[in-house]
């Protein structure tokens, strides 16, 4: 801890610089209350890690609170399993809200209130226009609006309809109760926009207590102030309809004056954000589920074997800015590999096994060689791999007519079995299709432990296991969801961008027998194939099942060095 103010301190981001103002003015006390209020109405994303970090990260550095407030505001999206899926993920991102999660419905009582108040100051009238005659009144960018004819309505006959409306006595889509603002205002928020319209529908935290719903622009400044929350911190798209979140903090009577604040949205490339299209994939089955490793989804990243300090380091490094910009998806990728790099402990296992007979070798005997689990940390210790007569190598390490400067083995070449011996290829075994199916070497008993005493070089190093000790696995690699880098844009169906390599689910592949065990979820980088984790889902002691979280090679670390992104 420090003892400087955090007023003192150099703002990160232009949202600091103006709660930095506001300490400084002697505004809200001195308090930094922020808020996330997702909808539940579908899995978070990792565009909401971002605003989760910066609205949690944001108080935490002031020493202030955070809320998780569900935007419970539409009952028929909504969802329970929702609600439980975000609480989760926020929790395991690392961020523990202030108090109780808090819902907007459990303040549908006092909103309510809030529109009588409008309604008896002559701020607020019920109308009855359809939807397209409301659309035609409200006129666009270039032509003004007309007031409804229902605008001059008296406030006991307002009152009386809308209290009617919440009994329950009109059907939906009848009428609506409306901001009495102003018809001709060039921000067309502001042309009377609905407050509350008739829904009757079951809402999964009050049941059948209401049957009109307040719209999000109205309950989310009350919700706010309601809470004592200071900076109100939400995505760009929200910037035109600060006016109206103004009037109503300013028109109503409120314990505090939260203040909106706007910031660019997270957009990645090849990647879909958008919870409506998310759910898509999961109701027509293009994705397993929500938490399919290749969804965007935090649950979904969680499972294919991200961490928490990965998604949060990505959050710190993409920054906060007032412009919409597409960030390369190969940064979220740099940050999970720098993250694993350090802490994955390693392991060798073989995706698609070539079978490979030591013939000098004697029928029944084991060495058991020395592995460090990781090359630069020594507390993460060694282990102990066996070593037998049949080995398996990768098939793509083997060639029979191999290309110049090929390392790896060939008939006659000689290669390093990791972490064991040197081995060389004296023949090898073909099918009928003529494809080799087996390769016969010796190996040179001297090179115990990997390099021969008379020191001659051997350029390639090769990962392999023992196949009388390796385990099958199943083995999960993915490549992205889409082929374009924005799938969501133009004018194709986005679903038609879907790749349809994206997974590629190998059934012979072979692990070391430390791996065996591994629990669910737990990480491992597997040499020189990437980093892979335990499927929390499908993987059981016995019948291991691997997701691939990211290959070993990136174009990102030298340019993220050199201080690029
Ligand atoms: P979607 O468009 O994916 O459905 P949303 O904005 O409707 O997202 P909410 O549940 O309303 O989803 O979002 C909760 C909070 O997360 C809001 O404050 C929203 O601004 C923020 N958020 C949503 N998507 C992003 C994103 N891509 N980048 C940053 N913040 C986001
Ligand atoms: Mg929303």
């Keep these: 801890m420090t003892d400087e103010k955090p007023e003192s301190r150099p703002a990160a981001n232009f949202i600091e610089d103006i709660i930095n103002a506001d300490l400084a003015a002697g505004k809200n006390g001195g308090r930094v209350h922020t808020r996330f209020p997702p909808e539940p109405n579908g899995y978070l994303h990792i565009g909401h890690a971002k605003s989760i970090c910066l609205n949690f990260g944001t108080a935490a550095k002031y020493g202030g609170k955070c809320n998780l407030r569900f935007d419970d505001t539409n009952p028929t999206a909504e969802d329970v399993e929702y609600v439980d899926s975000i609480a989760e993920d926020v929790r395991w991102l690392g961020f523990q809200w202030h108090g109780e999660a808090l819902y907007a419905s459990d303040y549908f009582q006092k909103i ?3 529109a009588e108040h409008l309604v008896r100051e002559g701020k607020a009238y019920v109308c009855d226009l359809t939807a397209e005659q409301t659309s035609e009144y409200r006129g666009n960018f270039y032509k003004s609006g007309k007031d409804s004819p229902f605008r001059s309505r008296t406030v006991e006959e307002n009152l009386d309809l809308f209290r009617r409306m919440r009994a329950g006595e009109f059907a939906d889509g009848s009428r609506v109760l409306r901001a009495k603002i102003d018809m001709q205002h060039p921000n067309l928020n502001m042309r009377d926009p609905p407050l509350y319209r008739i829904k009757k529908a079951h809402h999964h935290r009050t049941g059948d207590a209401w049957c009109i719903y307040p719209m999000y622009d109205y309950a989310h400044p009350i919700s706010d102030a309601l809470e004592g929350i200071t900076h109100s911190i939400c995505t760009l798209e929200f910037e035109d309809h600060r006016p109206l979140y103004d009037w109503c903090i300013q028109n109503l009577p409120l314990p505090y004056q939260p203040r909106q604040i706007e910031f660019a949205r997270l957009n990645l ?4 954000m958008s919870k409506r299209r ?28 991200y961490t928490p300090e990965a998604i949060r380091a990505f959050a710190e490094r993409v920054g906060v800015a007032k412009n919409d910009s597409t960030v390369d998806v ?3 990728e740099f940050a999970i590999r720098e993250d694993l790099e350090k802490r994955a402990p390693r392991a060798l296992a073989v995706l698609r096994p070539l079978k490979v007979a030591i013939d000098n070798y004697p029928e029944g005997q084991v060495d058991w060689f020395e592995a460090p689990n990781h090359p630069d940390d020594p507390s993460l210790g060694t282990r102990k791999i066996p070593f037998s007569k049949v080995v398996y190598i990768e098939q793509d390490d083997f060639m029979e007519n191999p290309p110049k400067k090929w390392f790896r083995l060939s008939p006659g070449a000689e290669i390093r079995l990791r972490y064991a011996c040197l081995i060389r290829c004296t023949d090898i075994v073909k099918n009928d299709k003529g ?18 005493p008379d020191g001659r070089r051997v350029k390639g190093t090769s990962h392999w296991v023992s196949a009388a000790h390796a385990v099958k696995a199943t083995v999960r690699l993915y490549d992205r969801l889409f082929t374009v880098e924005n799938p969501g844009g133009g004018d194709k169906d986005f679903r038609s961008t879907l790749n349809p390599a994206s997974l590629e689910t190998l059934t ?10 591994a629990a669910p979820g737990a990480r491992f980088q597997f040499e020189r194939l990437g980093y892979f984790c335990a499927d929390a889902v499908d993987s059981k002691p016995g019948t291991p099942a691997f997701n691939r979280t990211v290959q070993l090679k990136d174009g990102w670390s030298k340019l993220v060095k050199a201080g690029k992104p």
Excluded at 435 to 452: F, I, M, N, Q
């Design 112 to 114: 309510y209130e809030c």
């Design 269 to 272: 490339t090849y990647t879909l």
């Design 278 to 305: 998310l759910l898509q994939l999961v109701n027509e089955k293009l994705v397993s589920s929500w938490n399919d490793p290749r969804m965007p989804t935090l649950s979904g990243l969680r499972r294919r074997g």
């Design 330 to 332: 190969g940064l979220l």
């Design 435 to 452: 494809e080799v199916v087996e390769l016969h070497c010796t190996w040179d008993p001297a090179s115990r432990g990997g390099d021969a």
């Design 508 to 517: 012979d592949a072979r692990i070391e027998p430390s791996l065996a065990e």
